[in-house]
C-alpha cells in the first residue's frame, strides 16, 4: 500500500474525505476516481471551505451563493457530471 497522497490509488469504492497534517500544515482532499461521492469546495477570506454536499457549504456564514448562468445550463445539459472546478454557483472571494 502506498503512502501519502498516492494511498487515493489504493481505495475501491465510493468516497470523499480530508485529512489535516498539523505537522505541514497541509490539508489533503480526495474523492473517488469517477466523482461518485462530490467533493465540493470553496475558498473565501482566505479559509477553504469543503462538504460532499452544496447544501452543506451553504451552511457556512462565509459562502454567499450566487448563480452562474453557464453552470446551470451545464447541469441541465449534462446532468451531475461536470467540467471540473465549473459549478452552478458564481465564485468569489
Not at 477553504?48 to 452543506?56: D, G, H, T, Y
Amino acid at each position: 500500500m502506498n503512502g501519502g497522497s498516492d494511498i487515493v490509488k489504493d481505495l475501491n469504492g465510493i468516497f470523499s474525505f480530508a485529512i489535516w497534517n498539523d505537522k505541514k500544515q497541509e490539508l489533503f482532499l480526495a474523492r473517488d476516481h469517477f466523482g461518485i461521492k462530490p467533493l465540493y469546495y470553496t475558498i473565501s477570506q482566505d479559509t477553504i471551505i469543503f462538504a460532499s454536499e452544496v447544501k452543506a457549504l451553504l451552511e457556512h456564514p462565509y459562502v454567499e451563493p450566487k448563480i452562474d448562468k453557464s453552470g446551470i445550463c451545464e447541469l441541465f445539459g449534462i446532468g451531475p457530471a461536470h467540467t471540473p472546478r465549473f459549478m452552478c454557483f458564481q465564485k468569489y472571494s
